[in-house]
């Protein structure tokens, strides 16, 4: 009889322990998905990225790779053509312009694009081609930014920071943005 008492007063002990501890993880709109950050390449963040609609247009996966943040770029209904492809400093994506997500990630204080010598920001990257259908499927590296806590280019700042696609090519130099107007795509990495 002390045994069968055991027994469910353990499976009942598990049950309601299986019960408490639940799914923390929230999903908070436009918001990542992470896993704990160790050694280069073992972890990933999942950004979704949403329009001035709310709708999701693209899905970015990233890892940390050995030559900085590898980013898997996978998206639809979006304007065909060049587009300014940027981490932004804050990690805020709010309507209607996300101007809240404010300039590009600069924790160096360069100037802005590949071509300008005082420069490039971390959070300038290639521009990504969007093909005639609207689809774009593109991985894109930032060598200047990390996923690593703590380090003075990490993407997980204490404001976050924030996946941006422009309505127009970046063109690598003008100051402070490089002319890559305005922001039509936006997703919260890290706040």
């Known amino acids: 009889?002390?045994?069968?008492?055991?027994?469910?007063?353990?499976?009942?002990?598990?049950?309601?322990?299986?019960?408490?501890?639940?799914?923390?993880?929230?999903?908070?709109?436009?918001?990542?998905?992470?896993?704990?950050?160790?050694?280069?390449?073992?972890?990933?963040?999942?950004?979704?990225?949403?329009?001035?609609?709310?709708?999701?247009?693209?899905?970015?996966?990233?890892?940390?790779?050995?030559?900085?943040?590898?980013?898997?770029?996978?998206?639809?209904?979006?304007?065909?053509?060049?587009?300014?492809?940027?981490?932004?400093?804050?990690?805020?994506?709010?309507?209607?312009?996300?101007?809240?997500?404010?300039?590009?990630?600069?924790?160096?204080?360069?100037?802005?694009?590949?071509n300008d010598p005082d420069g490039p920001h971390a959070g300038d990257m290639e521009n990504i081609e969007v093909s005639e259908d609207g689809t774009v499927d593109t991985e894109v590296t930032a060598d200047m930014v990390t996923l690593e806590e703590g380090q003075d280019n990490t993407l997980f700042t204490e404001e976050g920071t924030a996946l941006m696609i422009h309505s127009e090519a970046d063109d690598y130099e003008s100051q402070p943005s490089g002319d890559a107007g305005d922001r039509i795509a936006c997703g919260v990495v890290g706040e």
């Not at 501890?21 to 929230?26: F, I, V, Y």
């Not at 918001?31 to 073992?42: A, K, N, P, R, V």
Request: hydrophobic letters at 30%.
């Open 1 to 114: 009889m002390k045994r069968w008492m055991f027994l469910i007063l353990t499976i009942a002990l598990i049950g309601v322990l299986a019960a408490c501890s639940g799914n923390n993880e929230e999903y908070q709109g436009d918001e990542e998905e992470t896993e704990s950050f160790g050694e280069t390449g073992d972890s990933e963040v999942i950004v979704d990225l949403m329009d001035t609609n709310e709708e999701q247009v693209a899905t970015a996966t990233l890892t940390e790779g050995e030559s900085g943040v590898n980013i898997a770029l996978e998206g639809e209904n979006l304007p065909p053509g060049e587009h300014g492809f940027h981490f932004h400093e804050t990690g805020s994506c709010e309507l209607p312009d996300f101007e809240s997500a404010g300039g590009h990630y600069n924790p160096t204080d360069a100037n802005h694009g590949m």
